[in-house]
């Protein structure tokens, strides 16, 4: 078993918080902070990268990992017999879809933003072949011409040239010193890869919120979270902000967060409190 990586604050029904990308929480603070006027917020940190862990070795990621170790943080911090709510934005929007649709019993929602799970969609070998191909830029160019390469991916634009002579390949230590590469390398295209289980999600679709950015209109992440909506049945939302929202505009997101898990009227302490 490894270890649990978690932060918690604030007071109220427990909200597990899944974040992106390699799992850092970092820039969500704002957010998280908001939220713990109405919640216990417990930040899930899979890799443990906010908790002295970044910079050491770290092998390829497996979504069912990342959603088994979340069972096991809520294991730890509700009591027998209670539940929780779940948010879980890209790579943790993929891990906590999983999570709902294997380990249901303890959840009382989910709301996942912007999950890449292309597998949905009609293109999605044109998709994956997208990522591998960050993946590829990474490898020969660094990390800001991977960067670039995948914002016009999720933005279905064309990627600029690099300035000449900008480009390095990066070398191992670089690849461990930052959440980014780590992303690149250890999760964008094994996650994008998943395959949710839409029959699994059909049957929970009640308790399944998809959510986007209303920024992210007509780009990839908008369409894969809409349309895995509308494959399961579920509900779907517009957040402010785009595909990091709850960075863009920490507080707008907090109570649009607040409000699609605990509607207006729904026991629970006011989030302006």
Do not use: K, N
Request: with cysteine; net charge negative; aromatic share 6%.
């Amino acid at each position: 078993m490894t270890d649990l990586y978690y932060e918690v604050c604030g007071g109220g029904p427990v909200l597990l918080v899944v974040p992106g990308g390699a799992g850092h929480p970092m820039g969500l603070e704002g957010m998280t902070e908001r939220l713990a006027t109405r919640f216990t917020v417990v930040t899930y940190d899979p890799l443990g990268l906010a908790h002295g862990r970044l910079g050491e070795p770290v092998e390829d990621q497996r979504v069912q990992a990342w959603s088994e170790g979340a069972r096991r943080v809520l294991d730890a911090v509700l009591p027998d017999g209670e539940s929780a709510y779940v948010f879980g934005s890209s790579s943790g929007a993929i891990a906590a879809l999983d999570l709902l649709a294997r380990h249901p019993q303890r959840l009382r929602h989910v709301v996942a933003h912007e999950p890449p799970v292309v597998a949905v969609l009609d293109d999605a070998a044109a998709q994956r072949a997208m990522f591998a191909e960050v993946y590829e830029v990474y490898r020969a160019a660094g990390l800001e011409a991977a960067a670039a390469r995948l914002g016009a991916g999720l933005t279905g634009t064309t990627p600029g040239e690099p300035p000449s002579g900008a480009a390095q390949p990066p070398s191992p230590a670089d690849e461990l010193s930052h959440p980014m590469p780590l992303f690149l390398t250890r999760v964008l295209r094994q996650f994008t890869a998943y395959e949710p289980d839409v029959t699994a999600l059909t049957a929970l679709s009640p308790r399944l919120t998809l959510g986007a950015g209303a920024d992210s209109r007509g780009q990839l992440l908008h369409r894969t979270a809409s349309l895995a909506a509308e494959l399961s049945g579920s509900g779907f939302v517009e957040f402010p902000g785009g595909h990091v929202g709850a960075v863009e505009h920490p507080v707008e997101f907090a109570e649009q967060l607040a409000e699609t898990l605990l509607p207006a009227g729904a026991p629970g302490v006011p989030l302006t409190t």
